[in-house]
């Protein structure tokens, strides 16, 4: 069958009033629920439920623990090896750490420092100390530290100016649990033993309400966690004639 598009043109723009009558009511209706409209980015949102990658994922948090957290940067005005301004990470540490939602925060200053002095392979492990030790040389902890590949341009820039604080945030042990069951009923759903109707129905019904649930600790958490950048944001405030500070938040949730 052959289109005239000549004919359709001239069909539209005979009419081209009642078209952007039709347009415009369109919008105003479809704009009406705009207001409610959410978009979940969690990670549960964005692949399939059955995803091995995610549970894989999922299992090696529950090992190793969770993997939210934030990174601020730290670039003093004085050297960052004096006493001035590993005294100012000590306060900050401290400060981010009694901050409700943050479970904790690694510095520089939890960096073992190896050789001081200077030991054989196999007296390392009783010769560790930090920054914070008494004995450590500053100058000789600045060089072991920048020259270490495990530190350089992790904890510390090339050129020892700046260094980064990791702030970990505390996880949602409920959001934890109801992934653990959600998975629990897909691998039962999904098996080759045969279930009854009723015992299907039920596990449906299960996930759903489990499904349900984890949408709105997603929310909670979403309105919790500006919450929690913006004390943390304040908290760097104070510092902030000794700070330059840059955020990285790694959501899970």
Not at 152 to 165: H, R, Y
């Amino acid at each position: 069958m052959r289109i005239d598009l000549k004919n359709i043109g001239n069909f539209l723009l005979d009419r081209y009033l009642l078209i952007l009558l039709l347009v415009f009511t369109l919008t105003i209706i479809t704009s009406i629920g705009l207001s409610n409209f959410k978009l979940d980015a969690s990670s549960d949102a964005l692949v399939l439920e059955s995803d091995e990658s995610l549970k894989t994922y999922r299992e090696a948090e529950d090992e190793f623990g969770d993997s939210s957290f934030l990174i601020v940067t730290y670039e003093p005005k004085n050297e960052l090896f004096s006493e001035y301004s590993l005294k100012k990470i000590s306060q900050l540490e401290i400060d981010l750490k009694n901050i409700d939602g943050v479970d904790s925060v690694l510095s520089i200053l939890d960096a073992p420092i190896f050789f001081q002095p200077r030991v054989g392979l196999s007296e390392v492990s009783d010769n560790l100390k930090n920054l914070t030790d008494p004995e450590v040389d500053l100058n000789l902890a600045k060089e072991e530290i920048i020259n270490n590949p495990i530190y350089k341009e992790l904890i510390i820039s090339n050129d020892g100016k700046i260094t980064a604080m990791q702030v970990v945030l505390k996880g949602n042990r409920e959001y934890n649990q109801l992934i653990n069951s959600r998975y629990e009923i897909l691998e039962k759903l999904d098996s080759r033993e045969p279930l009854t109707s009723k015992t299907t129905n039920q596990l449906q019904n299960d996930l759903e309400n489990i499904n349900t649930r984890i949408s709105e600790i997603n929310n909670q958490e979403s309105e919790f966690n500006k919450l929690l950048i913006a004390e943390i944001r304040q908290t760097l405030d104070i510092y902030r004639d000794a700070i330059n500070d840059c955020y990285r938040y790694d959501g899970v949730h």
